[in-house]
């Protein structure tokens, strides 16, 4: 254990639907966990060298375990085969305190929550701090659509629950009257209705922009995604950094990225999903104007030109001054 991370055990490992591993850590000596809200998510550090982030999915009144639902995923970096290859029952982790940039909106008169595979893990989360008691309830509806039944994680949880009747199944492969008529079930913005969607870019992109294109606004809609898009470097250029602390200019060269070259001139930056979607990374820039390529920053956020994501975002100007 250090100041950043905890050790957990892995308590229960098993399949929770096809191809998606639930994984349950407690605290090494049976105590309580740190506190989490819903939306959170936790730094999990694997075999291999490897850190990923994982929602918790769990109601967030527990503190005597977190649950994570672990998607394999032929095409990942490692992460996920990790989980369903290498990470047993019985296995110590170190992990981080539960982070949250995926909060439910407070003051909110209604939640509209749309799930699209895997990425019904935070959304599960904030469906059991909606729906957990008459006292502290909140109106709500969670949309979760996948490919079919059996690909479905957490089925039988979601139907044990009080608020079961407020969550609507859409299959790929059911029938034509239970797919998402997504238009229909957003209609126009209302004041105190906020939106949160996670999934797949593809399914997210379809939530958020058929939102805005309905005239929602950005600040009532919500929303996480779980890998970046991929990054073309082909037509990228090259660029300096300069460090506000020493002076220091550094080239970046177009196949590298900012992080790459400061860990190599001794410039350590703390990141973990490498991918533009945690925020761990995010540096202030002083002068220059990035090349945004991240899926955490808003539009607002990265209109401002005042911080960027080095793990994957440039530069537009010659030169950027990072306040390093």
């Not at 229960?12 to 998510?41: C, M, S």
């Not at 607002?300 to 994501?309: G, K, L, R």
Request: hydrophobic share 40%; net charge negative; with cysteine.
């Amino acid at each position: 254990m250090t100041v950043d991370t905890i050790t957990v055990r892995v308590a229960r490992k098993t399949a929770e639907a096809e191809g998606i591993a639930r994984v349950e850590l407690v605290a090494v000596d049976g105590q309580t966990l740190p506190p989490f809200t819903a939306g959170a998510h936790l730094d999990v550090h694997l075999p291999g060298g490897i850190v990923r982030q994982y929602s918790l999915c769990n109601d967030p009144r527990e503190r005597h375990r977190y649950v994570l639902g672990v998607l394999r995923d032929a095409g990942s970096r490692g992460g996920s085969l990790a989980v369903h290859d290498a990470v047993a029952e019985g296995h110590l982790l170190q992990i981080s305190l539960p982070k949250n940039h995926f909060e439910l909106a407070k003051g909110a008169t209604e939640h509209l929550l749309f799930a699209g595979g895997i990425g019904i893990t935070p959304m599960l989360a904030m469906a059991q701090r909606l729906g957990a008691d008459a006292a502290t309830a909140e109106p709500f509806t969670l949309h979760y659509c996948t490919r079919s039944k059996s690909t479905t994680a957490f089925l039988a949880h979601l139907a044990s629950l009080p608020f079961a009747a407020q969550v609507a199944h859409h299959f790929d492969d059911g029938q034509p009257e239970q797919k998402l008529d997504l238009a229909a079930t957003l209609g126009k913005p209302r004041d105190g209705v906020h939106l949160y969607v996670c999934g797949p870019t593809g399914f997210m992109d379809w939530v958020l922009g058929t939102a805005r294109a309905a005239g929602w606004p950005e600040t009532q809609l919500h929303y996480e995604f779980f890998a970046g898009k991929p990054v073309d470097l082909a037509d990228a250029g090259s660029f300096e950094v300069k460090i506000a602390s020493t002076g220091q200019i550094i080239p970046i060269a177009k196949d590298q990225t900012v992080v790459q070259v400061l860990a190599l001139c001794g410039i350590e930056i703390q990141t973990s999903c490498e991918q533009g979607v945690c925020g761990t990374c995010i540096t202030r820039v002083l002068e220059g104007r990035p090349e945004h390529k991240d899926m955490y920053l808003t539009e607002e956020e990265q209109a401002a030109n005042d911080q960027f994501t080095p793990c994957c975002s440039r530069s537009l100007s010659p030169m950027l001054v990072l306040d390093l």
